[in-house]
């Protein structure tokens, strides 16, 4: 009995080692199966990540890129909503870009247009600003939302990229002229600070996140009245940021919907030079600052009639809406 028990004991001893290699060899090729599978997964996820990289970098050229990085981090909904904030609002435009136009070659003036755009927008968005459009040769910006610094900051962050970009726009007209370009772009620039209506505008099928209201258009009428290569600010702004730059201070004047008198200043370069005392503005204008007041209050009572009819069809259109 004990041979037979042995005898058994040994057969069942084999059979299991035996079925113990088979599961091995099993477990083994299903191990390699599954490292197969997961490397081929790995990579169909590394390929549609970079895909959807480049989808996003590509998205982020047509919306400000706050907004992109609020919308793919899920911090920010893409429906309709707007609410009531203070900002400080930039405009500025080529003076003469028709005429300026014409004497350039379509790829000339493609050239030196973009090398502007994208020259002034790396300021803008180095000191913040949320790029809300480009309209023909204007650009509009503004300070405060979706991020903000405060009141303060975002105005004097403001100020200092016009004057950035005033600077940078010198240098950049001297390049030109090496290249042939003999009377290259000058620039106007405006700015104001106010409450103004921002967020998504439009309807289910396609927003646009933007700002409106009388105090945007305080800025692009400011934009309109300065001189090329000047920066006219508000009351409002310069009260923010008058411990910084160094202005001259012109006449109040009435815009036409507006129910309040705008005093205005023109930005003359900022505040660094010892022996300045806080609040100085150079005041008694010279005969050539005061023909540039009347010309300023003729611009703005020219192109307000057309910027208060534009306004009122805007909120019509959004009540519709």
């Known amino acids: 009995m004990s041979l037979i028990l042995v005898v058994r004991t040994k057969l069942i001893q084999e059979k299991l080692n035996k079925n113990i290699s088979e599961q091995a060899v099993i477990a083994e090729r299903q191990q390699k199966v599954l490292e197969e599978t997961v490397k081929d997964k790995t990579s169909e996820l590394v390929q549609k990540s970079n895909s959807l990289e480049k989808i996003s970098n590509k998205l982020a050229k ?3 890129p706050q907004i992109h990085n609020a919308l793919f981090s899920g911090e920010y909904d893409a429906e309709i909503a707007t609410r009531r904030k203070k900002l400080t609002v930039f405009f500025s435009d080529i003076k003469e870009f028709t005429s300026t136009s ?9 050239k030196y247009l973009n090398e502007y755009f994208s020259e002034m927008t790396d300021i803008a968005i180095r000191r913040g600003a949320t790029i809300d459009k480009y309209i023909g040769d204007a650009m509009m910006v503004f300070f405060g939302d979706p991020e903000t610094q405060g009141e303060k900051k975002d105005a004097k962050a403001c100020v200092d990229m016009a004057l950035e970009m005033q600077e940078r726009l010198t240098q950049l007209q001297q390049k030109w002229k090496k ?3 003999s009377e290259p772009f000058q620039v106007r620039m405006g700015i104001n600070t106010g409450y103004c209506n921002v967020g998504n505008f439009g309807s289910d099928q396609r927003l646009t996140y933007t700002i409106i209201g009388g105090e945007v258009n305080i800025a692009a009428r400011l934009e309109k ?11 409002e702004t310069y009260a923010h940021v008058q411990e910084n730059i160094i202005v001259k201070e012109l006449d109040s004047i009435k815009m036409k919907g507006i129910s309040r008198d705008i005093k205005v200043f023109s930005v003359v370069e900022k505040r660094n030079a010892v022996g300045i005392k806080k609040n100085e503005i150079k005041s008694q204008p010279s005969k050539q600052e005061l023909s540039e007041i009347e010309r300023i209050k003729k611009d703005i009572g020219r192109i307000d009639n057309n910027l208060y009819e534009l306004n009122k069809n805007m909120e019509k259109l959004l009540k519709k809406l």
């Open 179 to 181: 290249s042939g370009f």
């Open 225 to 235: 009245a300065a001189n090329p290569g000047g920066i006219l600010i508000s009351y």
């Open 62 to 64: 047509y919306i400000p």
């Open 102 to 110: 014409e004497n350039l070659q379509p790829e000339d003036l493609t």
